[in-house]
């Protein structure tokens, strides 16, 4: 989608950190990190938010890159996160899931 910051990420329109790649994913390291691990798994295709897609070829792909993405690291704790609207803190309007990892992630997350 025009003017989609993560679709040019994946379009590769735009230089990320790109740290995995499949047919349906991209993921990259997050610009400003939260914790020493911090990488957001996309779908290469555009839907706003996990409210605009029924896409379960898609949505499986999203877990199987968290999945690849943990592998390819050597993580085995890890918090992955997916904030869907506003009130829950999304501010880019592309699906990414958030894999953040390397320090006490404390629960509930508030
Ligand atoms: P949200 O709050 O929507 O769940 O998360 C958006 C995330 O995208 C934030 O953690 C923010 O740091 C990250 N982000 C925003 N713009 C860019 C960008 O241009 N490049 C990268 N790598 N991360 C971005
Ligand atoms: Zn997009």
């Known amino acids: 989608m025009e003017n989609c910051i993560f679709c040019k990420i994946a379009n590769k329109e ?10 349906y994913t991209v993921a ?5 990190p939260q914790a020493p ?7 290469k295709a ?10 379960k070829e898609t949505l499986a ?4 890159a968290v999945k690849e993405v943990t592998k390819k690291l050597g993580i085995t704790d890890y918090r992955t996160v997916i904030n869907t609207g506003k009130a829950a803190g999304q501010e880019v309007f592309h699906i990414h899931l958030h894999i953040l990892s390397g320090r006490p992630l404390n629960w509930p997350p508030g």
Do not use: C, G, K, Q
């Not at 735009?14 to 047919?23: A, F, G, Q, R």
């Not at 691990?37 to 779908?43: A, F, G, Q, R, T």
């Open 61 to 64: 792909a999203l877990l199987n």
């Open 37 to 43: 691990v911090h990488i957001l798994v996309i779908p």
């Open 14 to 23: 735009i230089p990320s950190n790109l740290v995995y790649e499949d047919e």
């Open 28 to 32: 990259f390291n997050d610009l400003n």
């Open 46 to 55: 555009h839907y706003a938010s996990l409210n605009e897609t029924d896409d």
